[in-house]
């Protein structure tokens, strides 16, 4: 073997390496030197019926591989389409535990009876998953909650998956081509932090108050609020809502529903989300919206988060308006300043590529406009061209493309790039006045006192360059000879100019004075003021038409 396999992995190990050589991976395999594992199994050529019993087999190793696999069915990079289809699929179901197991979880967990803390207690869930499962229930004072149990044994279990998945994760991106490619340990990494903060219930209690909080503008979007005392790290106890999962409506229901405003609300609440808060629901896959009784949406299962630093969604705001309106080399450059380059990046091909996924986007039908998949096509494009994207890209990925899913459930002809265009302009506003926040403000300030306090040591620096090396400046000035005789021009011109107007206010003055010399039956000295007036307002005149004009044309055949 080429790993060393202690004994309460190899399974694993075995399971893995047949999962591969089934459907089509046995490259990886013979590289890991898993081969002795699985000796006399033959690789099987992969076809679209076999595709359809990926999900199956990976629901049959257990929870640690379908929370795995549903975090591959969005890195577009890493696998072929066929496997991305075959996996988001892929249903987070189980088989429940039995009640007696409940009992004693709840019991443990919250130190108290389930019959002394409740006021009825169903037996049956009413959804089980990989994780935990749900059962609805009713405190002492009538509030109808639903109660989430951690399933027993679950972070032992997953604890070894990652111990299994670590090693040859580590093997691999320093034995095989892939890994050194695709980098399987960062990503695997990444994955190990989202399943610990989703097996620690506290903090799915904590992220629904967060997006109650944020999303409290939005009045039809609801998120159920948890029971702090009835919650601790393995026990969920919250508001229970009453309604059906949208993606069990019935065609009679979505007639009667205001589906484009129900759609456009949502996705405006995750835009908000992803843009404005940087904290977001990565999850928002059609089991975990609800259509409540009174026509809302609820937002359930609100265990897996991200978020996302102030640059990076400032790219993702140019990004997101650069697909909607179809500006496919402006979405290539935004792309590369969001990643890094790998050596064997090809920049020209990826450039190329991106330009004509978003000219597609454009002149796609109004039904298949998926803005989510265009992100995720994004980052295929770059795992392709030796393009590092960062962690949050792959989240924001999978959130787009499960929420176009909800929104074309709720409306089908639904349009995200006209929305996202539509929401520019309210996205912008709350992310100014959320940058002047007092908190913000108090950042600048911050700021400002160390540039304060740095300025003496720059300046000394700038000093010390110019007395060694000396700085070298090129100006382009103006004449000072011409510069002074153009305000003398000008000075003269305004002096004739308050003198005729002078001439003529003395004239109009000597008007009302009788004398016995006139012209034409008026003064002559007010008369003969008027005519040198208008001599000098004549010669004025065609001084500026004429002679202003030859300097103007001496000037510029000057330089």
Known sequence: MAI?????????????????????????????????????????????????????????????????????????????????????????????????????????????????????????????????????????????????????????????????????????????????????????????????????????????????????????????????????????????????????????????LDGFQLAEHLFQAYLQQILIDGFFHADPHPGNVFLTDDRRIALIDLGMVARVAPRPQENLIQLLLAISEGKGDDAADITIKMGEGKPDFDEKTFRRHVAAL??????????????????LRIQQIAGECGFRLPPEFTMIAKTLLNLDQVVHTLDPKFDPNFAIRNYADVILQRRLKKSLSAGNLYGTVLELKEFVDKLPARVNQLVDTLTTNGIRIDADVIDEHSLLASLHKIANRITVGLLLAALIVGAALMMRVESTFTILGYPAIAMIFFLLAAVGALVLVFNILFTDEKDKGDTEQKP
């Open 4 to 256: 060393s396999l202690r004994p309460e992995h190899l399974k694993r190990y075995k399971d893995l390496a047949l999962l591969m050589m089934r459907y089509g991976r046995a490259d990886l395999v013979r590289s890991a030197g898993l081969e002795e594992a699985i000796e006399g199994t033959q690789e099987v050529q992969v076809s679209p019926a076999k595709m359809e019993e990926l999900a199956a087999d990976v629901e049959k190793m257990g929870p640690t591989f379908i929370k795995l696999a549903q975090l591959l069915s969005t890195r577009a990079d890493l696998l072929p389409q066929p496997y991305i289809d075959a996996l988001t699929r892929l249903q987070d179901k189980v088989e429940p535990f039995p009640f007696t197991e409940v009992e004693q979880i709840v019991a443990s967990e919250l130190g108290v009876r389930i019959s002394k803390a409740f006021s009825y207690f169903e037996s049956a869930p009413i959804a089980a998953a990989s994780l935990g499962q749900v059962h609805r229930a009713a405190l002492r004072d009538g509030r109808e909650v639903v109660v989430k149990v951690q399933r027993p044994g679950i972070r032992e279990e997953m604890s070894k998956d990652m111990d299994v998945l670590g090693d040859m994760s580590a093997f691999l991106d320093t034995h095989t081509e892939a890994g050194r490619k695709y980098e399987f340990s960062p990503l695997l990494e990444e994955f190990r932090k989202n399943l610990l903060r989703e097996l620690d219930y506290r903090l799915e209690a904590r992220n629904l108050v967060i997006f109650a909080n944020n999303l409290r503008e939005f009045d039809r979007i609801v998120v159920p609020q948890p029971v702090e005392d009835y919650t601790t790290s393995r026990v969920l106890t919250m508001d229970y809502i009453t309604g059906r999962k949208i993606t069990a409506l019935s065609p009679l229901a979505k007639i009667e």
């Open 358 to 375: 978003v000219l597609e986007n454009q002149n796609a039908q109004l039904e298949n406009l998926d803005s989510g998949r265009v992100v």
